[in-house]
């Protein structure tokens, strides 16, 4: 629960060793907490200095020097919380930042819960709710698509939109309850027609946003992309080269990688987790058994399989193992070694993996790579090009927020359709009306504010 009198501070920037620290305080006393503590070249105590300058001096606790510092000061309204913000920036070392923080607390402020800076500035009206969510994506963007998107709906992109198809839906609403009032009357043929366009148009407008947001989806979270296959073909030396550095170790010994192994690389701006796993063979102890349900654990979560076969030897049972465990993922199954001599069965391999995709390749010597990413990309895409401003970043709340208020759409469709009375179109265009409120943060529950903001660092 927010008490809204309350000051409070953290540490806003990481925690370890750098050139600068910030100590950040918000509220009512943040410029009170700051005479208490700062003691500028001047004299002047900070409550006394005007909006949107910067100060040198000192951070002084019972006559102990703290720490030098240069002190920020945003007023109200125009701050980030669009409350009283002081920013202490300290040097960049763990002691002297808590030092501060420390005596901050003393003097009367509380620490700030995780993402409680962008918490009040939602709550004072500064961001709507998914500018907010805006910021954790802008804080966690993997790629530069991504930084775009969230950076796009941090200015309001989607929540404009939003906003838009609410008071469409409001209108529409007002202008059927208005028939609502004159029950004896059946809906006219020309009415009915402009309510059906209008829902229509409305119902088309939410599912475009739909669909941008499971793109937004892959932009933000990324996807998991696993390389699978029998011990000693390749994997690991597909994955250095992918990466571009010796990540994994690479031997001729079938059973190298026992760990699995992550890597983030952007493929044409799409944050893609890429993961070398164990080679499958006989399983001979407890390392081999838990790697491979290891594997296993993966393989259910993967959203694209490489499936590396050896080019140079024949196919065997750990292949149609592993062809049986993929039978229902996505998979681009690799032919590996092409640069050496050819012992592979092609037709034993279709036969294998079915009307999956074979792609020859030379881990080693880095042909076919540029095929896996566009492999990758398009598999990942369907044929969709991301541009990163039309992509929108919404979580799973928004939505299905935004899937309920299609569904009321469709179902107010329906019973305009069916020649239903007023009053049934009228509840489903309730449904969508409060949807979109909720996506807004306009009807939201402190339980959902407080699992939105707990996703925030500390001092965010
Ligand atoms: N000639 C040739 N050798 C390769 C190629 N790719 C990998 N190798 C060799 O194959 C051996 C095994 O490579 P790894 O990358 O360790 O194979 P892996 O699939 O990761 O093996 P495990 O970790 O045991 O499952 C090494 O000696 C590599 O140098 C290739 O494209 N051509
Ligand atoms: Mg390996």
């Known amino acids: ?94 002691l002297p930042l808590r030092r501060t923080l420390e005596a901050v607390l003393e003097c009367g402020a509380r620490l700030a819960e995780p993402g409680e800076f962008t918490k009040r500035a939602f709550l004072n009206g500064r961001l709507d709710l998914t500018q907010a969510e805006a ?95 029998k011990a000693n073909v390749g994997k690991s030396t597909l994955l250095n080269r992918i990466v571009g550095k010796e990540r994994a170790i690479v031997t001729d010994i079938p059973g190298t990688t026992r760990d699995l192994i992550e890597e983030w690389i952007n493929v044409s701006g799409i944050p893609v987790k890429l993961v070398d796993t164990a080679g499958f063979k006989k399983i001979e102890n407890i390392i081999d058994k838990e790697a491979r349900k290891k594997v296993e654990e993966y393989l259910a979560d993967a959203d694209l399989v490489l499936f590396m076969v050896d080019g140079t030897s024949g196919l065997t049972a750990e292949d149609k193992l592993i062809a049986d465990m993929i039978k229902d993922k996505k998979t681009l199954c690799l032919i590996n070694k092409v640069d050496l001599l050819e012992k592979i069965s092609k037709n034993k391999l279709r036969s294998l993996i079915g009307k999956k995709k074979i792609l020859e390749i030379s881990a080693l010597k880095g042909k076919g790579i540029d095929a896996i990413k566009k492999f990758i990309r398009d598999s990942v895409l369907e044929g969709e090009v991301l541009t990163g401003e039309s992509t929108i970043m919404v979580n799973a709340r928004s939505r299905e927020s935004l899937k309920d208020a299609h569904n009321g759409l469709l179902n107010s469709l329906e019973a305009v359709n069916k020649g239903l009375s007023e009053e049934f179109i009228a509840v489903d265009l309730k449904e969508t009306l409060n949807s979109f409120k909720k996506i807004l943060g ?13 996703k925030f660092c500390i001092g965010k």
Do not use: W
Request: hydrophobic content about 40%.
């Open 135 to 229: 910021v954790i994506n802008i804080v966690e963007a993997k790629t530069e698509l991504a930084l775009k998107s969230a950076m796009s709906q941090l200015k309001g992109a989607f929540s404009d939109k939003v906003k838009e198809l609410k008071e469409e839906t409001l209108e529409l609403l007002t202008l059927i309850e208005a028939e609502l009032d004159f029950p004896e009357e059946k809906i006219d043929a020309t009415k009915k027609g402009k309510f059906i366009s209008k829902i229509k148009r409305i119902a088309s407008e939410t599912e475009r946003l739909i669909k941008q947001s499971r793109e937004g989806e892959i932009l933000r979270d990324g996807v998991l992309v696993l390389l699978i296959g």
């Open 442 to 454: 306009e009807t939201v529950e402190e339980d959902i504010l407080d699992r939105i903001f707990e």
């Open 1 to 94: 629960m927010l008490h809204k009198n309350e000051t409070i501070a953290a540490i806003s920037t990481p925690l370890g060793e750098g050139g600068i620290g910030i100590v950040r305080l918000s509220g009512d006393k943040a410029l009170k907490i700051a005479d208490k503590l700062f003691k500028g070249r001047n004299g002047t105590p900070p409550s006394k200095l005007s909006t949107y300058t910067i100060h040198y001096g000192h951070i002084i606790r019972n006559k102990e020097i703290l720490d030098e510092v240069i002190l920020s000061i945003m007023r109200k309204p125009k701050s980030y919380t669009r409350e009283d913000v002081v920013e202490i920036n300290c040097h960049g070392g763990i």
